[in-house]
Structure formats: C-alpha cells, structure tokens
C-alpha cells in the first residue's frame, strides 16, 4: 500500500514562498500521475497542479505563473514551489496518487496579509 507523506506547509507573508514536499513509499510512484488539492475553510477540495509519469503538468488557472509542480522519481517525491503567495493561498494542501485516489494527510500553508 502507498503511503504519502507531505512537508514544508507553514505561516508565511504574502508575496512569500513555500516547497511542499510529498514523499511516497513503496516502488509504483514513477508510474502514476501525482497532485497538489487544496481544501480551504468552507470551501471544496480543488485540484492545483498535477504531473503525469513524463512530466507533463497542469495547473488551476489561479496559480499559474505562481505556482511549479515537479517530481523527482528517483527520491519518490513530489514538490510544488510556491511563489508570490496570496491570503487566499491559505488552505490545507494535499498531495495525492491520482490513478488510485490515495491521498496524504495534509499541510497547513497560511498566508497572512
């Protein structure tokens, strides 16, 4: 069974940056298709990047040109960069194997004005 485990949340300014980090156990992780969701209070869970097993990504339209997702096989971890951080940022992110709907447990990033 695939477990992650995600890193690097925390309280930052706006116009700060953050590195999430999402490290996976087990052998399957180059295979899959891997994502950053965001669930913010009140709010539904919502897709901020994703990176398919050859590097190809997608990103929501409100964190492009902020936001990078990139994975390093080798290490099993996926990251996504976060720049120019906004309040509405804030938001327990979570990273997850698409293909197989398992998620981590979350990290908290807030954003303060």
């Known amino acids: 069974q695939v477990q992650l485990v995600e890193s690097g949340g925390g309280l930052v300014q706006a116009g700060g940056s953050l590195r999430l980090s999402c490290a996976a156990s087990?052998?399957?992780?180059?295979?899959?298709?891997m994502g950053w969701y965001r669930q913010a209070p009140g709010k539904q869970r919502e897709l901020v990047a994703s990176?398919?097993?050859?590097?190809?990504?997608n990103y929501a339209d409100s964190v492009k040109g902020r936001f990078t997702i990139s994975r390093d096989n080798a290490r099993n971890t996926v990251y996504l960069q976060m720049k120019s951080l906004l309040p509405e940022d804030t938001a327990v992110y979570y990273c997850k194997v698409v293909s197989l709907g398992i998620w981590g447990q979350g990290t908290q990033v807030t954003v303060s004005s």
């Open positions: 087990g052998s399957i992780f180059s295979r899959h298709t």
């Open positions: 990176i398919t097993s050859v590097g190809s990504t």
